[in-house]
């Protein structure tokens, strides 16, 4: 009997599989897709400084942060007008890094797999039972129905996951928030930027970042429901990308993927229910401001391998605390993604709302204890355990 199963081999449930078997803890993971999904799915972009000090701590920075470059400055361009935010440096020096979250995800896996982990595929109707007791969960494969007993259960299996849909509803209390924004992303390959690039203005939200040498990832603010920006011609896409980036010279080339995302919060509190404790996704949605969702799912990882190793030598104080501990970082990055939010998206086209967000913008470049605080939010450093700026 396995000591922890955990559920879904993403971001969460990989970190928590390598620091559990770091910690000679015995776990089975359970995934849904194959493994060329898993390894392949590309979503967030940028590991902040906090998670890769997690990632250091457990001495597997080596593998899985090879050759991933340091985070530098941040572009905001105020309709057109640069500003650069040198983040890290405003943190102390703690920089973050970029790393797609697929070429973390396939490392994690390695590692996990090179180390004799058990990892299974292409699992079905997975099952949770007993959570309150003896945890147990059915699940079948190509070789037929299967069960395993276990100590704990983590469910790590994203927001449309089986765990948190297996705590009674009335164990739950469950916040959703729709930012009212769109946003329509391409991937082409088009050289990147110099720096991440964000485009501020009366026309919307844009941002330029980098995918590899030669691919760049391109974000347009639209409004959800009035139009469906994948229908426009990839010329109106790239006229649009010049005007609010500021950057009539803005070499184009082939799009060659086409997505749209509506701006969705959510937290479902509190992250745990008997034996089973929610991480990442399972247990909170962010918008892309700020970066966090990864990050969010490797912390709350984090938290938890090590709740989970002192509750199975005896001490179970800091898996009480678990979900108190992630909430509280949760709502931080909450707060802070729709601080960021508002800063650099045209709300409604609404004027008083559009100043408000100038000033905040202003204050970035005029007040270094601002500039200072929004640089620890990026840097995750306010998510330490006793963290203490002044
Ligand atoms: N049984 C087994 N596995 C499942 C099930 C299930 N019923 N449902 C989902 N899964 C798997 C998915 O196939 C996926 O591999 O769980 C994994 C969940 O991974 P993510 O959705 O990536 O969630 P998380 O690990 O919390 O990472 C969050 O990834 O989704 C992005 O933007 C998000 O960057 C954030 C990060």
């Not at 995934?31 to 890769?52: F, M, P, T």
């Not at 640069?82 to 890094?97: E, I, K, Q, V, W």
């Not at 973390?104 to 090179?114: D, H, I, K, P, Q």
């Not at 909430?327 to 086209?349: A, I, K, N, P």
Request: with cysteine; charged share 25%.
């Amino acid at each position: 009997m396995p000591d922890v199963v955990v559920v879904g081999a993403g971001p969460a449930g990989l970190t928590l599989a390598n620091l559990l078997q770091r910690n000679a803890v015995d776990c089975v993971v359970l995934e849904a897709r194959d493994r060329s999904h898993v390894e392949e799915r590309q979503r967030a972009g940028v590991l902040d400084h906090y998670g890769g000090q997690i990632f250091e701590r457990a001495g597997l920075a080596g593998e899985v942060l090879a050759g991933a470059p340091v985070e530098t400055f941040l572009e905001l361009r105020y309709e057109g007008e640069p500003h650069l935010l040198d983040a890290p440096a405003l943190a102390g020096g703690r920089a973050g890094r970029i790393v797609p979250q697929q070429l973390l995800v396939r490392r994690l896996l390695g590692t996990f797999l090179a180390g004799g982990g058990d990892l299974r595929f292409g699992v079905r109707d997975v099952a949770l039972h007993d959570l309150t007791s003896t945890p147990s969960l059915t699940y079948t494969d190509a070789s037929g129905s299967h069960r395993i007993e276990c100590a704990y259960v983590a469910g790590c299996d994203g927001f449309h996951g089986v765990s948190r849909r297996s705590i009674p509803a009335d164990e739950l209390t469950t916040y959703t928030f729709d930012h009212g924004i769109g946003w329509y992303t391409v991937l082409a390959d088009a050289p990147p930027p110099r720096y991440p690039l964000m485009g501020i203005g009366a026309k919307g939200f844009a941002a330029h970042f980098a995918r590899g040498p030669k691919a760049s990832r391109f974000y347009l603010q639209y409004r959800p429901g009035a139009e469906d920006p994948r229908a426009w011609p990839d010329d109106v896409t790239w006229a649009e990308l010049r005007d609010r980036l500021g950057d009539p010279g803005l070499p184009g080339g082939v799009i060659t993927e086409r997505e749209i995302v509506e701006m969705r919060s959510f937290v479902a509190e509190p992250m745990a229910y008997g034996r089973l404790f929610l991480a990442g996704d399972a247990a909170h949605i962010i918008t892309p401001m700020g970066a966090k969702g990864m990050n969010l799912a490797i912390a709350d990882a984090d938290v938890l391998a090590g709740a989970l190793t002192s509750a199975l030598r005896g001490d179970d104080a800091a898996l009480r605390a678990y979900s108190d501990v992630c909430l509280r970082r949760t709502w931080d990055y909450q707060e802070f993604s729709r601080w960021f939010t508002e800063m650099v998206h045209d709300m409604d086209g609404d004027p008083f709302r559009r100043r408000l967000a100038k000033a905040r913008f202003d204050r970035l470049f005029t007040n270094k204890a601002a500039a200072v605080a929004f640089a620890d939010m990026m840097a995750g450093v306010s998510a330490a355990p006793g963290y203490r700026r002044h």
